[in-house]
């Protein structure tokens, strides 16, 4: 797993993560539901579509739109296996652990707590 410093930093990077945005109906749905709930749904898309060693239509799981999560997977690159491979070094092939799946979960966090308050991720300073 990825020091969250060097991830952050490596995200403003690149010009597809770095465009990805909450609009105005996901961040109408985070507000309704609450920062909490969201995470829950969070914790249950990771369990169903990313968790396992090989899922089902890996690279393709994760729609572009459709709730916050989604957007927030796609920022961050934790939104399919080979991502996960590329962006934050958790290997392929094997179940994700615990701990792991805690680690995903922290990233969305951040990046929607980021989002949601205009807040500055970690390396994402200027200088």
């Known amino acids: 797993m990825r020091d969250l410093d060097d991830l952050f930093a490596a995200l403003q990077r690149s010009k597809f993560r770095s465009r990805q945005r909450l609009g105005s109906k996901d961040r109408a749905y985070l507000e309704a539901k609450s920062l909490p709930v969201i995470l829950e749904h969070g914790r249950q898309f990771v369990a169903d579509r990313l968790a396992a060693a090989e899922p089902v239509n890996d690279g393709r799981q994760t729609p572009m739109r459709g709730h916050p999560i989604f957007v927030a997977q796609h920022a961050t690159a934790t939104c399919c296996r080979g991502c996960l491979a590329k962006w934050h070094y958790i290997p392929k092939g094997r179940r ?32």
Do not use: C, K, N
């Open 96 to 127: 994700l652990t615990a701990e792991e799946v805690d680690y995903v979960l922290e990233i969305l966090l951040f990046w929607l707590e980021t989002h949601v308050t205009g807040g500055t991720a970690p390396g994402s300073e200027v200088h």
